[in-house]
């Protein structure tokens, strides 16, 4: 079967600070919903995984890093972002890291070098209620958290959903 999606190599990064996650909150172009996604971005051309997911930490937070253990990867597939895209194809890896740097604060807002990011420190025995993205993650993330055996890998498609 031939697939008009582009399949896209993703890095995210697990950090937590007094029992919350550090989450990016975001707003779905098509619903106006706002959701939470977890720090990172694309792995590109002659990078590895781990220098990506330093290279998009210093980009996002001004942090450095250090990327620990590879937690779990989510294949997952999603309708474009716009009306008329092609479905997405990502394939996540979720990583454990630990900020060597300290992440910038003023008040209760992270301050981040790009103006479009919104991050948030989210409690963690809130993820249950969260619209955290993939919603797969949401779920991986609590059994994670609860130090409960989970697969290293799972696949979802919601290419289907919200199709409006």
């Known amino acids: 079967m031939h697939s008009t999606s582009s399949r896209e190599l993703i890095v995210r990064a697990i950090i937590t600070q007094d029992d ?37 930490l210093q980009e996002e937070l001004a942090i450095e890093c250090k990327v620990n253990d590879l937690c779990f990867v989510i294949e997952h597939l999603y309708s474009g972002r716009n009306e008329n895209d092609a479905p997405r194809h990502e394939l996540t890896l979720y ?7 300290e992440i910038q604060q003023n008040a209760e807002k992270i301050i981040s070098p790009e103006p479009t990011k919104n991050f948030r420190w989210l409690p963690i025995n809130s993820l249950s209620e ?31 959903e919200n199709s409006n």
């Open 20 to 56: 919350c996650l550090l989450v990016n909150q975001g707003t779905h172009q098509q619903t106006s919903q706002f959701y939470y996604a977890l720090p990172g971005g694309h792995v590109e051309d002659g990078e590895t995984c781990t220098e990506a997911l330093q290279r998009e």
């Open 130 to 160: 969260a619209a955290l993205l993939p919603e797969i993650s949401r779920d991986y993330l609590q059994k994670y958290f609860s130090h409960q055996q989970i697969p290293r890998y799972a696949f979802q498609d919601s290419s289907s």
């Open 95 to 101: 990583f454990n890291v630990t900020a060597i740097s």
